[in-house]
């Protein structure tokens, strides 16, 4: 049996898996086996996701011999990383919780820092940063800054004694760059919505900043390394009605849930309805009944939003766009639908344009 505090393990690691390329779990593998905190006070639940069997036997192959690994094998009519991760929830048992992609790999250093960093403080929830690896040159770069102060190692945020306005961007949204509490999240009963096909972090996340009552924020500790894969959802904005609707639900939940809260919602409203506007604008068979549709559906939250200000969050380009796009493109539905049909009948490549932009 692993060495364990209070009779359980220091951390618990999930990990979902749709279609998993092996060689890259086996990096994520060994980037748990070298945690400085020691593998045998890792648990890793592992779930195998509407995956084969023959996907099913290769991890277990993999990860044969050690007691403080679970794989488990989960077929449902969910097609995101939701409903795996909050099975995975439900099995750890581990003090403090962690979630690593497939595809993805920790520093050696992260677990200890934050495991140190949690017991230390008594926090429910430590914030660290990520950089990224792709395989493909054309994806959007993803760039993690912080409003905080990133010249300290570390700040600590008591609730009630914070600026709305930097916490919700200072730890980012990412749930792969956190340790929880574990108990923490099951006392709130906190699981991830699999109703939500994108940015379901964001709905997570605030969930915790709403009902922690302490966190710490790592603004120097890079201890997460992210692969961007060319075919993932955030990396294509062209998409049929079917599942573009989903997404627009899962970002009325987001705002409702946020502004239901009381949370500063600005930055990530603008976020969210950023990307599902360049969504709109690139994607090609996308009728005026259904750009209403998502009009009435979100245009309650659409007025909330005030203007984005320049920073090293956001460029003045970007912040240009995050203030005008979503009163524009989702807002006015018939103008937007004459401007789409007007760039198709011109060749306008959309989504070259909206990518290029947003680089």
Excluded at 23 to 45: A, M, P, R
Excluded at 300 to 316: A, G
Aim: aromatic share 10%; net charge negative; glycine share 6%.
């Amino acid at each position: 049996m692993a060495e364990e505090t209070n009779n359980r393990y220091w951390v618990s690691v999930v990990t979902p898996g749709y279609n998993i390329d092996m060689e890259l779990f086996e990096k994520c593998f060994e980037s748990l086996k070298n945690q400085t905190i020691g593998f045998d006070k890792i648990e890793w639940v592992v779930v195998s996701h509407n995956s084969s069997d023959e996907q099913f036997d290769k991890i277990n192959k993999i990860v044969a011999g050690h007691e403080n690994i679970k794989v488990y094998k989960l077929n449902n009519e969910y097609h995101t990383p939701s409903s795996p991760r909050n099975y995975g929830i439900d099995n750890a048992t581990g003090k403090y919780l962690g979630f690593l992609d497939a595809d993805d790999t920790y520093y050696p250093e992260v677990l200890e820092q934050c495991y140190a960093e949690l017991e230390e403080e008594n926090a429910q929830m430590v914030a660290f940063r990520m950089d990224t690896d792709t395989n493909d040159e054309s994806n959007l770069e993803v760039k993690q800054f912080s409003l905080l102060d990133q010249t300290k190692r570390k700040i600590v945020i008591e609730k009630g004694n914070y600026d709305q306005t930097k916490i919700l961007n200072g730890p980012g949204m990412m749930i792969t760059t956190k340790l929880y509490s574990l108990d923490f999240i099951n006392s709130i009963g906190l699981r991830f919505d699999p109703e939500v096909p994108f940015a379901e972090d964001n709905l997570f996340n605030l969930h915790v900043m709403a009902n922690m009552k302490k966190s710490v924020i790592m603004p120097q500790l890079i201890g997460y390394r992210y692969y961007l894969n060319g075919g993932s959802l955030v990396q294509s904005f062209n998409r049929k009605e079917a599942e573009i609707w989903p997404i627009a639900v899962g970002v009325s939940k987001i705002c409702e849930t946020g502004l239901s809260y009381g949370l500063y919602m600005n930055s990530i409203m603008c976020s969210v309805f950023g990307y599902l506007s360049a969504m709109l604008l690139t994607s090609a068979d996308v009728s005026l009944e259904f750009r209403e549709k998502i009009a009435d559906l979100l245009v309650p939250y659409i007025q909330f939003l005030e203007t984005v200000e320049p920073s090293k969050l956001d460029s003045k380009q970007t912040a240009k766009m995050l203030t005008i796009m979503p009163k524009m493109v989702i807002a006015k539905p018939q103008l937007m639908y004459k401007f789409h049909k007007l760039m198709h009948t011109l060749g306008v490549d959309m989504e070259a344009q909206i990518k290029k932009r947003a680089q």
